[in-house]
C-alpha cells in the first residue's frame, strides 16, 4: 500500500510541475503592474522602479521563473502585497472556514445523492425515477448564487431561522453557532453536487443492476435491501469514486461563488479578493495551492478505486 | 487508391443508415424532446423577443423605478426603471451567444487536442500532462483568474471558460480515438496506405462526434451558468448592456424590495441550463453506445 | 412418477416487453420434477428453457416480465403468486439455482467467503464464524484445494472451472430439494465439463436432491438424466424418459437434435445439423411453430397450433402426424 502511494505520487510529480508553471504565466498574463499596486497611485516614477527591482520584475521572464521555482523549492509561495501576509499564512487563516464548509457540504452531498441515485436506478421508469431525476436536474440547472440570494430571502430574511451572512468559528464561537452560519452555505452548495451524484450513481446502478451477480445475489434468497444496497451499490461504488475528484473540485470551484455570497472569509473569498485588487502573488499563491491540492485529491483518489475494487492493483 | 475507396464505402454507408436511426430515436425520446422545445423557445425570444416589446433595454426613468410586476412591465422594472422583461430577452442573446461561442470553441479545440493525443501516440503523454494540469484548476477558478487578466468583457468570458473546457473535452475525444485506432476498418484503411490527415477526416472525426456532440451540449449549459456566476462576480460582460449574469447581479442589492429583478433572469438561466442538460441527456442515451437507453 | 412429484410447471406463460407490446417467451410449458430425480431440458438457444427455468424462482427483471397464465406448484404452493418474503425462503434454501457464466455470475468486489456464507446465514442463521467454518467445508466439498485460503479471494483470481465449483457450493450450501443448473458447463472448458457434471452428479447423490438440468447439449442429457423435456420456440414439443426418448424420438425437431449428437459408437462421416433457425418470438405462426423447418410438414401443420399429445407411457410429443403414424416414419 505505501509503495502504491509512493509510485502515484511520483508518477503525479510532472504535472505539479506543470501547475507551477502554469500558475507562473497565468500571473504574468494579468494586465497592469504589480509595482504600481504596491507604490500607490501618486508615487514617483523612481519609487515604482525600485519595487519593481525589489521584486525581481525587471529581470528576464525565465530568470522569474526560475527564482519562482527556487523559492517553491524552499516552501516560499510568496507575500501578499495588499494584506501584509505571506500566502500561506493568509491561506492557512482561511483554511479552517473553506474546509468547515466543504466538509458539511460533503455530509449533505454523498448521502442524499447516493441514496437518490440508487432509488432512481432501481425505481427505474417509474414516477420514483422520474421524480428523483428531476429534482438532480434542477440541482445541475440553477445557478448556485442566484439560489442562495433566494434562499437568503426566505430563511433568513423572513424566516429569520439562519444568519444570512458572516462565519462564526467552531472553537470560539462553539459549534451551534458554527453550525447555523454554515449550514445555509452548505446546503445551497450542496444542490449542484447531489444533482451530479444522483445522476452518475443512477447510470453507474443501471449497469449493475443487469448483470448476473444480481440474479445471482437475488437467488441466494438474499433480500433485496441487501441485493441492491450491497451486491448493488459496492459495484457501483467503483463507478462512483472515479468521479469523487470530479465532485470534489466543482465543490471547490462553487465555494467560491457561496463564500461570496455568504459573506464567509474563506480561500475561495481570498481569492476573489485578490483578483480583484490585482494582489498578483496571492492570485499566484493560491491558484497553485488550489491546483496542488487538486491533483493530490486525484492521487487519493486513485489509492481509494485500489482499496474499493479488488480487480485493481498497483504493482 | 482504389482500396481506400473500398474500405471507406462501408463505414459510409453504416453512417448513414445510423445517421437515420439516430434521428428516429432522439424523435422517440421524451427528454430530449421537452429539451429540444425549451431550448428553442428560449433561442427563439432572444432572437425574436426584444422586437416585440419595442423598448430600449438600456432606457431609464425615474419615475417608473422598481415597479413590481404589472401589465406594463411584466417582469417589474429595476433601480432605473427598465424594463426587466427587455432586459433579459436582450440579455439572452448575450448569455445564449457567450453558452453557443464557448461550447464551439471548446469542441474545435478539444477535438483537435483530443485527436491529436490520441492518433499521434508519440505526443499523447505530453500533451495530456498540460490538460490534466490545466484540470487541476476548477474550472470557475481557472475562468475567474483568465477572465480578470483580460478584463471584464464578453469575449474575456468566452476564452476564459473555452479555456477550462477544452481541456475536458479533449479527454473525451482522446478516449474515443484510442477506440477506433484499433478498429479493423482502420487498420485496413492504413495498410492500403492512406495518409493519416485522410483517416482522421473520413474515419476517426466522425466517429467521435457522438460523444463529442453530448458533451458540447453539457458544456453549454455549463457556460450559461458559469456567464452568471462569474457576472456576479464582477468579471462578466459589464453593463449596461444586459446579459442574464449582470442583470442578477446588479439586482442583487434590491433583493428584498425587489425580488423581481433578480428573479425572472434567473429563471431564464435555470430554464436554459435545463434545456441544455435535457438535450445533452437525450444524445447521451442515443449517441453513446456505452449507455443504455431508458425511456 | 406416480406419486406427486417435488414442483410441477403446469400451463406457464412468460411475456417479456417488446418495443410494439407484450411479447410470449414462453407459452403453455408444462413439467414436473420429481423428488430426487434428474430432468433435463434441452433446446437450441431461444428455445425458452433458461426463461422457464429462470421462471420457477421468479428470477426475471420485474418491470420488463409479465407471468401471464399458469403455475408453478411446489409442495402445497405455488411459486408465482408466493409473497415475497415467503419466496425467498425458499431461493437459495430450498430450491438453488447455479448459472451459465460463471465469470459474471460471482459478485466481483466481494470475497468467495462473503458469498457463501450469505445463504447460510440467511436461511439457516449462522454465526459469523459457524457460515465461515460451514462455507470451508463446502469448498472441500466441491473440491477446492487449500479450501481455507482461497476463501478470502476475490472471484477474479479463481479459474472458470473453479468460480463455477463456488457457485456450486453456494447452490448446494443450505442442501436444497432441488438444484435448477441453467447450462452450467457451456461456458467451460471440455475437459472441466465433465468435473462440473460428476461433481453434481455426486452432490445429488450425496444430498438426495432433485436436479434440473438446462443444456442444449443431448449427449449432456442422455449422461445425466432420467427424463427429459424438448423444448423450441417457447414450447415443449416433447417430452419423455430418456431410453424412450433415444429410442423412439416423436418429434421431428428431437429427431433432428439426436442426429446432430456425435455418436462415438458409430463410424459417423457427417454430423447432420437442422436447416433453418428459432422462429422471431414476435412473429405469428398459426401452426405448428417448427413447421417452416420440417421436412415432413402437411398442410395441416401450417393450419392450427399442434397440441401436446400422449402417445403411450408417458411418451408426449406435440406432433399429430407422427403419432397418428405411430412413431418414427
Known amino acids: ?315 | 487508391m482504389t482500396e481506400v475507396v473500398l474500405a471507406a464505402a462501408p463505414t459510409q454507408m453504416l453512417a448513414e443508415r445510423r445517421r437515420f436511426r439516430v434521428l428516429r430515436k432522439l424523435a422517440a425520446h421524451r427528454s430530449f424532446k421537452i429539451g429540444l422545445v425549451l431550448v428553442a423557445i428560449l433561442v427563439l425570444c432572444a432572437i425574436i423577443g426584444p422586437m416585440l416589446t419595442g423598448i430600449d433595454p438600456t432606457a431609464m426613468s425615474i419615475r417608473s423605478r422598481f415597479k413590481p410586476p404589472s401589465a406594463r412591465f411584466p417582469f417589474g422594472s429595476d433601480q432605473y426603471g427598465r424594463d426587466i422583461l427587455t432586459r433579459v430577452l436582450y440579455g439572452g442573446r448575450l448569455s445564449l451567444s457567450i453558452g453557443l461561442s464557448v461550447a464551439l470553441i471548446s469542441g474545435v479545440f478539444g477535438a483537435a487536442i483530443g485527436v491529436t493525443a490520441g492518433y499521434f501516440r508519440a505526443l499523447d503523454p505530453y500533451v495530456m500532462r498540460l490538460m490534466d494540469a490545466l484540470m487541476a484548476f476548477p474550472a470557475i477558478l481557472l475562468a475567474i483568474g483568465i477572465g480578470a487578466a483580460l478584463g471584464a468583457q464578453a469575449s474575456s468570458i468566452v476564452v476564459a471558460l473555452s479555456v477550462a473546457y477544452v481541456p475536458r473535452t479533449a479527454r473525451i475525444v482522446r478516449a474515443s480515438v484510442l477506440v477506433i485506432r484499433e478498429m479493423e476498418y482502420l487498420q485496413a484503411a492504413r495498410v492500403s496506405g492512406a495518409g493519416d490527415l485522410h483517416i482522421i477526416v473520413k474515419h476517426v472525426l466522425p466517429n467521435c462526434l457522438g460523444p463529442l456532440i453530448v458533451q458540447l451540449t453539457f458544456i453549454f449549459a455549463y457556460a450559461i451558468l458559469a456567464e452568471a456566476a462569474l457576472s456576479f462576480l464582477g468579471i462578466g460582460p459589464p453593463p449596461p448592456a444586459p446579459s442574464w449574469g449582470n442583470i442578477i447581479a446588479e439586482g442583487r442589492d434590491y433583493s428584498v424590495e425587489a425580488w423581481w429583478v433578480m428573479l425572472f433572469p434567473g429563471l431564464a438561466v435555470s430554464l436554459a441550463a435545463l434545456g441544455m442538460n435535457l438535450l445533452g441527456d437525450g444524445l447521451r442515451d442515443v449517441l453513446d453506445p456505452r449507455l443504455k437507453i431508458e425511456t | ?329
Open chain 3, 1 to 329: 412418477m406416480a406419486e406427486q412429484p417435488l414442483l410441477s410447471v403446469e400451463n406457464l406463460t412468460v411475456q417479456f416487453r417488446g418495443d410494439a407490446g407484450w411479447v410470449n417467451a414462453v407459452e403453455g410449458v408444462d413439467f414436473a420434477v420429481g423428488a430426487g430425480e434428474c430432468l433435463g431440458i434441452v433446446g437450441e438457444s431461444g428455445s425458452g428453457k433458461s426463461v422457464s427455468a429462470l421462471s420457477i424462482l421468479k428470477l426475471h427483471s420485474p418491470a420488463n416480465t409479465r407471468y401471464a397464465s399458469g403455475a408453478i406448484r411446489y409442495g402445497d404452493r405455488d411459486l408465482l403468486t408466493l409473497p415475497q418474503r415467503r419466496l425467498r425462503q425458499v431461493r437459495g434454501g430450498e430450491i438453488a439455482m447455479i448459472f451459465q457464466d460463471p465469470m459474471s455470475s460471482l459478485n466481483p468486489v466481494l470475497t468467495i467467503a462473503d458469498q457463501i456464507m450469505e445463504p447460510l446465514r440467511q436461511h439457516q442463521g449462522l454465526s459469523v464464524q459457524a457460515a465461515r467454518r460451514k462455507a470451508i467445508e463446502l469448498l472441500d466439498m466441491v473440491r477446492i484445494s487449500d479450501a481455507s485460503r482461497r476463501i478470502d479471494d476475490y472471484p477474479h483470481r479463481l479459474s472458470g472451472g473453479m468460480r463455477q465449483r463456488v457457485m456450486i457450493a453456494i447452490a448446494v450450501a443450505c442442501r436444497p430439494r432441488l438444484l435448477i443448473a441453467d447450462e452450467p458447463t457451456t461456458a467451460l472448458d471440455v475437459t472441466i465439463q465433465s468435473q462440473i457434471l460428476e461433481l453434481l452428479r455426486e452432490l445429488q447423490r450425496e444430498i438426495g436432491m432433485s436436479v434440473i438440468l438446462i443444456t442444449h447439449d443431448l449427449g449432456v442429457v442422455a449422461e445425466f438424466a432420467q427424463r427429459v423435456v424438448v423444448m423450441y420456440a417457447g414450447r415443449v414439443v416433447e417430452t419423455a424418459s430418456v431410453p424412450a426418448l433415444f429410442e423412439r424420438p416423436m418429434h421431428p425437431y428431437t429427431e433432428g437434435l439426436i442426429r446432430a449428437v456425435p455418436n462415438l459408437d458409430e463410424d459417423v462421416h457427417r454430423l447432420t445439423t437442422i436447416p433453418g433457425s428459432i422462429p422471431d418470438p414476435s412473429m405469428s405462426i398459426t401452426g405448428c411453430r417448427f413447421s417452416p423447418r420440417c421436412r415432413e410438414a402437411v398442410q395441416s401443420c401450417l393450419e392450427k397450433p399442434p397440441s401436446l399429445v400422449d402417445a403411450g407411457a408417458g411418451h408426449l410429443a406435440r406432433c399429430p402426424p407422427r403419432i397418428a403414424a405411430g412413431g418414427i416414419s
Open chain 1, 1 to 315: 500500500m505505501f509503495r502504491a502511494i509512493t509510485v502515484r505520487l511520483m508518477q503525479s510529480i510532472p504535472v505539479l510541475l506543470l501547475v507551477a508553471v502554469l500558475s507562473f504565466i497565468l500571473m504574468h498574463l494579468l494586465p497592469g503592474d504589480p509595482a504600481v499596486v504596491i507604490a500607490g497611485a501618486d508615487a514617483t516614477p523612481a519609487a515604482v522602479e525600485r519595487i519593481r527591482r525589489e521584486l525581481g520584475l525587471d529581470q528576464p521572464i525565465w530568470q522569474q521563473l526560475l527564482s519562482w521555482f527556487l523559492n517553491l523549492a524552499q516552501g516560499k509561495f510568496g507575500s501578499s502585497l495588499v494584506l501584509n501576509q505571506t500566502v500561506l499564512s493568509a491561506v492557512a487563516e482561511r483554511l479552517p472556514v473553506t474546509l468547515s464548509l466543504a466538509a458539511l457540504s460533503l455530509a449533505i452531498t454523498l448521502p442524499l445523492g447516493i441514496t437518490l441515485g440508487i432509488l432512481a436506478a432501481y425505481f427505474r421508469s417509474s414516477w420514483i425515477d422520474a421524480g428523483v431525476m428531476m429534482i438532480a436536474l434542477i440541482g445541475v440547472s440553477v445557478p448556485s448564487f442566484w439560489i442562495a440570494i433566494l434562499s437568503v430571502i426566505l430563511f433568513s430574511v423572513t424566516l429569520g431561522w439562519v444568519p444570512s451572512s458572516g462565519y462564526a468559528p467552531l472553537l470560539t464561537a462553539g459549534p451551534g453557532p458554527w453550525f447555523a452560519s454554515l449550514i445555509q452555505p452548505a446546503m445551497v452548495l450542496s444542490l449542484f453536487q447531489i444533482g451530479f451524484l444522483a445522476r452518475m450513481t443512477r447510470s453507474a446502478m443501471l449497469d449493475v443492476l443487469d448483470q448476473d451477480f444480481i440474479r445471482t445475489a437475488r437467488a441466494k434468497g438474499v433480500s433485496e435491501w441487501r441485493t441492491v444496497g450491497k451486491h448493488g451499490f459496492r459495484n457501483a461504488l467503483v463507478a462512483v469514486v472515479t468521479v469523487g475528484g470530479i465532485i470534489l473540485s466543482l465543490l471547490i470551484g462553487g465555494s467560491v461563488v457561496v463564500e461570496q455570497v455568504f459573506a464567509l472569509p474563506g480561500i475561495g473569498r481570498l481569492v476573489v479578493q485578490g483578483i480583484m485588487a490585482r494582489d498578483y502573488p496571492l492570485i499566484q499563491g493560491t491558484m497553485l495551492l488550489f491546483g496542488f491540492a487538486f491533483v493530490l485529491i486525484n492521487v487519493a483518489v486513485d489509492i481509494i478505486y485500489t482499496l474499493v475494487d479488488p480487480r485493481v492493483r498497483y504493482d
